[in-house]
């Protein structure tokens, strides 16, 4: 059975293209600032936000096979773009927070997380090999329709990236210095946003809504940027010049 989208079909799938763009083009310019303040810091966050954006990338795969094709993409292919290194990323970023406000928890978060994480691919690639249904199947026009294993972590998933995230960004808040406070404050909303749009995207809406959804997205982008690396223009129009 050929498979035709609707122009609104057609234009969500866009709307998440650009949303992907703009969250691959923040991953990149983090990442590119490690050789510069040699800080790794940088480079693992960075890589978070880029794999944090790869669920949406195999929408965006998705939807560019059926438009070109007429046709479902194979289950196997998505999830393995969609999920497979999503842990990985959230691992990242639990170092980087370590790195950066939790030293003293370090050795804990990573043996856990860690733990945690292997034991997620394993069995992730076990049941992909044995019957890649028992892990979801394709819908038309070109979503995934979930199991249990996949949704349940991909909760534990987001809470983890979330709950830190504004752990973090509270820590940051509570700084002595303007300019690291601001920075927290620009997390913090990032990570409400990040937060608000998870739990939008679990909820079946209209089609329309879908642009609000990638709107706080995007939105959410921008404010994790600005709360790792404060553009100096940015600075001077919230801090007061001493």
Do not use: C
């Not at 294993?149 to 940051?172: A, D, E, R």
């Not at 079946?204 to 690396?229: A, E, H, N, Q, W």
């Amino acid at each position: 059975m050929t498979i035709s989208l609707t122009l609104t079909q057609i234009i969500i799938g866009y709307s998440n293209l650009i949303f992907v763009i703009i969250s691959f083009i923040v991953g990149i310019k983090l990442i590119i600032k490690y050789p510069k303040y040699k800080d790794i810091n940088f480079l693992l966050v960075g890589l978070t936000w880029m794999s944090v954006t790869l669920p949406y990338l195999a929408t965006i795969i998705s939807f560019f096979h059926t438009m070109l094709t007429g046709e479902l993409i194979s289950i196997v292919i998505y999830l393995i773009i969609n999920i497979a290194l999503f842990p990985i990323g959230v691992f990242l970023w639990l170092i980087a927070v370590t790195n950066l406000a939790y030293d003293e928890h370090s050795k804990l978060v990573k043996i856990t997380f860690g733990s945690y994480a292997i034991i997620f691919e394993v069995v992730f690639v076990l049941l992909l090999l044995i019957d890649p249904s028992l892990l979801g199947t394709m819908i038309p026009p070109f979503i995934p329709k979930f199991e249990p294993f996949i949704i349940i972590n991909y909760l534990i998933l987001i809470v983890v990236l979330v709950v830190t995230g504004i752990l973090f960004s509270v820590q940051s808040i509570k700084a002595q210095t303007p300019k690291i406070k601001l920075k927290g404050k620009f997390l913090l909303i990032a990570f409400i946003l990040v937060s608000v749009g998870g739990v939008l995207d679990l909820i079946p809406t209209p089609d329309l809504v879908i642009f609000i959804k990638r709107s706080i997205s995007i939105l959410g982008t921008i404010m994790f940027y600005l709360g790792f690396y404060l553009p100096k223009f940015i600075e001077h129009i919230f801090l007061k010049e001493e």
